[in-house]
Structure formats: structure tokens, C-alpha cells
């Protein structure tokens, strides 16, 4: 008689392994997926029932069934062994199974533990059919990598020798994969799975049926490969837009929480439960704590979804001390899946939070990035990194080293991507460089001034392009180093900049300060500092300074920076006058003014100062200069709009006039702030603000 078996799934390699294990010793399988919308996680007893009376006469579970004890019972009593490989925490209670092959069975011995699904599966086929299978040993790398278990000991044996079966692949729906996904044979590792292969195979079951991801894994029909593979990159493509807008949800309901927390729980309406696990894996990667995302079902008064956790917090006990809270739940130490009542949301936050206090685990949740040393730019080299990826394949407890680079000068900073969303850069040390490459930290690239100083984690890798080699850095975390200084100097004020929030806002110029002050935020503050007492008077309320336009003495500027504390200046600088441009009226230019006052009685500035101008030949700005210095030196008289010269007047220096010295500080300070190189400027205001502290 032949036998049917049934293959349930939370991978689909390990699926794969054993469909085609069966297959080689002569048996007939079906295999069936459950979907986790309609069937959840693990052995369901409706689809167990469904599938017995299909002719099924074995189950055997492939990454689940420890916890299914109601399915096996229900398939015992209609007759049908039920065979569990499972390598998911164990309950205190195994189900009543024809067998439970696990690698940590408290009735067996087995040396390593940390199995993952489809590695046990893989050890099942082994002593199935009396041989190692070298065959599978790709679809067990793809597995045992994506599963996020310890890539230490045996799975980093079975990794090892699976990406060389992987690079050499005959799978055709693998080929057609890599193909669309652009991915070269003969670079694929441990990062290609986890970022591109994995994702990709995962996102079929995150967001509907998985069963098609098997087919491409196990098909030999060419046309059928391309069709499933063009399936599976557009489902994965679906499932990136489902993520980031998910965690950028999430990522708002944290900062707007009340209270600071040692484990996030977060649930909302309509996520969609297939990449919650996902987004729980984004939060603890930006927060450095365990994190469980759920999607509410008002319907059922339900909270469903998944948790990702960190190495000092294991996730599994914590949810177990919480059993009474949760309706159903399972996973390990760093993953888990888990549905609620509604009301018992807030329960299992506070209970998670006690968990972790009591257990003394609170005070080792931080966002701290282990490193494993300190390099100088001239030691990240090819050489270096080819040694350390001796240690490859890396994954959980076998992680990729992570150096610091401290005090470094940044350059070449820029968004890049199609969403602007990631950031580069170039790291300069002495002669030394090193490109920089940080996903997710484009808006970084605003908070950096060029020639910045700044501090950065991350792990070395090498760039190959065009036969050339070098190293890189894939960033992890960035410490500015000092005051930022960021240039917005132009003809104009830059219209982006009133969109500024949380700054303080300089304005020397009372025609600005009337003009644009009401177009700041809410959040932000003006400051109108039109004498020496206003000057004294300024305190900054926020770390952000920005100064609109230019001051008429460059003091004032040195002044307010030594008091200030600033972390961030932008320099506007903007010149309403252009004096610098206009210049100091020549000699000759005030000779004529005065021969034609003293030529000419009532003369009408106030309604004929245009003509006035035009006749002279001299710009209207520097005309009404050349008057404001005749009238305080008493060359001329104004009342009413009218001017006359003043008969018998003592002869003055005009370089004597406070008004004459006022504009020669205006020129001197525009000469500065407006256009001197701003290496030049950063360098000057960064040691006034220095001077601070």
C-alpha cells in the first residue's frame, strides 16, 4: 500500500528536505501548509482532520508539532500515526506521537541542541536514507540561516557546506530566483540568505499561501520555475511596502509612549499579521529590546502577531511566566508567536516589564552595540577583512566583528537610494579613507556638517566593482563629534529653512525680523538682536542656532557663540544691503555730493531721492550713506525731507563718523560671514562655540 505523508511547515526548506527524502525512498507525498491567517501556527486539528479523510494514512510535522497536542490526539483516534520533528522550546508535556524527533528531547542525548528546523529534518533524511544527502545540504544553509538559530557548532557545519551546494545549485527555481533577484553565484553567503534569498521565500507564506515557495524549491519544470520565481519577487515586494509602513507606525506609537519601557508591546488594527515578525525584528535592531507586535481583530477580541527578542532576554520563558494571559503562544529564546484577548494587552506589557526586573535581565537592556575593537582607517584593509571572514559563516552567537572608528573626519556625505533613505559617506584619517555605507540612515546626512568629526560602528566588508577591491563599512550606529555647522548661505533665505523646528532663530536686521518672523514653527523662538543690550540679554532655548542674516559686527557673532551652547549652527547669513558688493563710496563719490548740496538750496530728498541718485550717478543706497554721514559730521541739515548745506562748518574727517565706521564693521562682517570659504567659517565658529564650555 502506498503512503501518504503530510508535511507541515513554519519554513518551507524543511518542507523541501523531506517532500523529496520520501520521494527517494519510493513514498507518495502530499504536503500541506498551514496558512497562518486561517489555520495559525502548528498542527490543526480541522486540517487534520481534512487531510485523513483525503486518504492521508502519516503526518509527519516538519518546524512544529511539539506543542499540537490536540491535533495528534485527534489523529490517534482516527487511526494515524503522527511523526513530530520540531526543534521549537519544548512544553512540560511532549503530545501523545508515533515519535518526537528533536534535538533536545529530555529522553535523548543528542550533542547540540540548537538545531534548526530543517537541520532536524535534515537528520531525519540522513537516517532515512542511510547516507548524507550532500544534495540538500543548500536548501538546509537557506534554512538553518533563516531561522536565526546559533551559527555555531554544527549548524555552522551544515551552513558551511550548504552555501558551497548552494553556489552551485541545480535547483532551477533557485536559478530563475537569483537571476531576478541579481544574484551572483559565486558571491552568495550567509548575508545574501539572510537579506535577500530568505526574505524573499518568506514573504509567500507572510502574506497568503507558502505552498508556492516550496513548488520553487522542488520544481523541475523550467517555465513553472520562472513563473513561481516572478511570483515570489513580486510578493516580496508587497511585503516591503506592508513593512515600512507598519514600522514607521510603530515607531511613532514608541515616542509617543508615557513611560520608558524594557519590552515594547505593540498592537493596532489592520497590520497585517504576516510581517509583524518583521517589524518586531526593526524595533529591537533600532532599540536594543524585545519587542511584540500584534494586529487587533475587534471582531474576535483578539490581539495576534510575533515577538523578537535580544540575547539576555529569552523570550519564551518570559511569555511562559505570562501563560495565563495569552490565549495561545510558542517559539525560543529570540522569537515567538503569540494571540491575546484584547483586554490582557496591557497585562502582558506590565508582566513582561516584571519579568525582566525580577529576573535581573532590566539592567542589561540597552541599546549598547558590542564591539569587538578599535581600528585606524590604515588597518581596515582587504587583507584584514579576509582573515576575519575565516570565521564566516556569521549569524546568532557567531557574530560578525564590529569595530569602532573614533574621531574620524566625514566627508562626502549623501543620501542615496530611490527613497533617499540610506546614507554615505567617506570616513578620513590623516592620508587614509574608507567609504561608509548606512541603510535606513539617510536623514542622518543632515545632522552631519562637511568636515565633521564623528565616531562610527559598523563591520568591514569588501566592494568589488569593475575588478577593483577595497574595503567598506556597513554602518550600525554614528556619534557626531562636537558642534555641527551646515551652510545655507545664498542670495536669498532659503524657504526650507522656516520649516525648522526646536531652533533658535537670529535676526540683526530689523527689516527681516519684520518680514519673516511670523513664518517660524511653533516650537522654535526669534531673537531680534538690534543693540548690545539685546545682545547681553539672549539666552538659547533649544540646541539649534540659526543665523537669518549678516550682523554689523562680526564681535557680536563671537559674543553670542561664547555664551550660547549650541550643538547644531546653520549659517544663513543672508545680506539684504550687499554691502560688500556695493562697497565703500569712493572719496570722489562724497566730494560730489557735497558740491552739489552746496550748489542747490531745498533740495527734496524725501520725494527726488531717486532723481537725485540717477543724476549723480552714485546708487541709491550709497547716496542715503553719504547724507547720514554729512548729517551726524553736520555737513548738511534734513527737516521735513528737505536738505541744505551748513554754512561755515568745522572741517571733519569723514572716517570719523560713528556711521562711516558702523558700514566699514557691515563690509568687514559680510567679507567674513557671507563669503569666506566655509572650511573657513566652520573652522572660526566652531572654536567661538568651543569656547563655551
Known amino acids: 500500500m502506498t503512503s501518504k505523508g503530510y508535511l507541515s511547515l513554519y519554513g518551507v526548506t524543511s518542507t523541501a528536505v523531506l517532500k523529496e527524502t520520501i520521494e527517494m525512498i519510493g513514498g507518495e507525498v502530499n504536503y500541506y501548509i498551514p496558512n497562518r491567517f486561517t489555520d495559525g501556527y502548528g498542527p490543526n486539528t480541522k486540517a487534520f482532520e481534512r487531510l485523513i479523510e483525503q486518504g492521508t494514512q502519516l503526518i509527519v510535522t516538519c518546524d512544529n508539532g511539539v506543542a499540537g497536542h490536540a491535533a495528534i490526539e485527534r489523529a490517534k483516534v482516527l487511526g494515524i500515526d503522527v511523526i513530530v520533528t520540531d526543534h521549537h522550546e519544548l512544553p512540560k508535556t511532549l503530545p501523545a506521537a508515533y515519535a518526537v524527533i528533536h534535538p533536545r528531547h529530555p529522553k535523548g542525548s543528542y550533542p547540540f541542541g540548537e538545531l534548526a528546523g530543517v537541520g532536524v529534518a535534515f537528520k531525519l533524511a540522513t537516517a532515512l536514507l542511510g547516507e548524507v544527502p550532500v544534495e540538500l545540504l543548500d536548501l538546509v544553509a537557506l534554512g538553518t540561516v533563516a531561522d536565526l538559530v546559533s551559527l555555531t557548532d554544527e549548524n555552522r557545519a ?53 505552498a508556492p515557495a516550496v513548488e520553487l524549491l522542488t520544481t523541475f519544470d523550467d517555465d ?29 506609537m514608541i515616542e509617543d509612549l508615557d513611560a520608558e519601557s524594557d519590552v515594547y508591546v505593540l498592537a493596532k488594527e489592520d497590520w497585517h499579521e504576516g510581517v509583524l515578525g518583521i517589524v518586531a525584528s526593526k524595533i529591537v535592531g533600532k532599540t536594543g529590546k524585545p519587542a511584540l507586535v500584534m494586529t487587533i481583530d475587534k471582531a474576535k477580541g483578539l490581539a495576534k502577531g510575533s515577538g523578537r527578542s535580544i540575547p539576555a532576554f529569552h523570550l519564551y520563558n ?27 494587552i496591557e497585562s502582558i506589557q506590565n508582566e513582561l516589564n516584571h519579568y525582566a526586573a525580577a529576573t535581573g535581565l532590566s539592567e542589561e537592556l540597552s541599546e549598547e552595540i558590542p564591539l569587538d575593537g578599535q581600528l585606524k582607517l590604515t588597518e581596515a584593509t582587504v587583507e584584514v577583512v579576509e582573515e576575519l571572514n575565516r570565521l564566516a559563516p556569521f549569524g546568532t552567537a557567531n557574530r560578525k566583528p564590529t569595530f569602532l572608528f573614533k574621531n574620524m573626519t566625514a566627508q562626502d556625505i549623501r543620501r542615496i537610494g530611490g527613497d533617499q533613505t540610506h546614507l554615505k559617506m567617506k570616513l578620513i584619517e590623516e592620508k587614509a579613507f574608507l567609504d561608509v555605507i548606512g541603510f535606513q540612515f539617510g536623514s542622518i546626512a543632515d545632522e552631519i556638517g562637511s568636515h565633521s568629526e564623528v565616531s562610527v560602528v559598523g563591520k568591514l566588508a569588501i566592494n568589488e566593482w569593475n575588478g577593483s577591491r577595497k574595503t567598506q563599512l556597513m554602518l550600525e550606529d554614528l556619534a557626531i563629534e562636537g558642534v555641527q555647522v551646515f551652510d545655507s548661505r545664498s542670495t536669498h533665505i532659503p524657504a526650507a529653512l522656516w520649516n525648522t523646528a526646536n531652533a533658535d532663530f537670529i535676526f540683526f536686521d530689523q527689516l527681516n525680523f519684520e518680514k519673516y518672523n511670523h513664518l517660524l514653527p511653533d516650537t522654535s523662538y526669534s531673537h531680534h538682536l538690534l543693540d548690545d543690550e539685546a545682545l547681553a540679554q539672549f539666552a538659547m532655548k533649544t540646541t539649534q542656532l540659526i543665523f537669518i542674516d549678516c550682523p554689523s559686527d562680526s564681535e557680536w557673532v563671537k559674543i553670542l557663540l561664547n555664551r550660547a551652547n549650541p550643538e547644531k549652527i546653520i549659517a ?27 550748489a542747490h538750496v531745498d533740495i527734496d530728498v524725501r520725494n527726488k531721492l531717486n532723481l537725485l541718485a540717477t543724476h549723480l550717478k552714485i546708487k541709491k543706497n550709497n547716496l542715503i550713506f553719504i547724507i547720514s554721514v554729512f548729517l551726524e559730521i553736520g555737513f548738511v541739515t534734513m527737516k521735513a525731507g528737505v536738505m541744505n548745506v551748513t554754512k561755515d ?21 559680510e567679507n567674513f560671514f557671507v563669503y569666506s570659504h566655509f572650511s573657513e567659517l566652520e573652522d572660526w565658529m566652531k572654536q567661538q562655540a568651543i569656547a563655551t564650555s
Do not use: W
Open 572 to 598: 544663513c547669513f543672508y545680506s539684504r544691503e550687499e554691502l560688500y558688493l556695493n562697497g565703500m563710496p569712493s572719496r570722489n563719490q562724497f566730494g560730489q555730493v557735497f558740491k552739489y548740496t552746496a
Open 224 to 252: 513553472k520555475a520562472l513563473s513561481l520565481a516572478q511570483f515570489v519577487q513580486e510578493k516580496n515586494t508587497e511585503r516591503q511596502a506592508y513593512v515600512s509602513a507598519i514600522t514607521n507606525e510603530a515607531f511613532q
Open 158 to 210: 551544515l551552513v558551511m557546506q550548504g552555501l558551497v551546494v548552494l553556489k552551485n545549485t541545480q535547483r532551477i527555481g533557485l536559478t530563475a530566483l537569483f537571476k531576478l533577484a541579481k544574484i551572483k553565484r559565486e558571491e552568495i553567503d550567509e548575508e545574501t540568505i539572510g537579506f535577500i534569498i530568505g526574505p524573499r521565500l518568506n514573504a509567500v507564506g507572510r502574506l497568503g499561501d507558502a
Open 649 to 669: 562748518v568745522e572741517k571733519r574727517e569723514l572716517t570719523q563718523a560713528t556711521t562711516y565706521q558702523k558700514r566699514l564693521k557691515q563690509i568687514q562682517a
Open 318 to 344: 518570559a511569555l511562559d511566566s505570562a501563560r495565563q494571559l495569552t490565549t495561545t503562544f510558542g517559539g525560543h529564546h529570540m522569537a515567538a508567536g503569540l494571540t491575546i484577548p484584547l483586554e490582557n
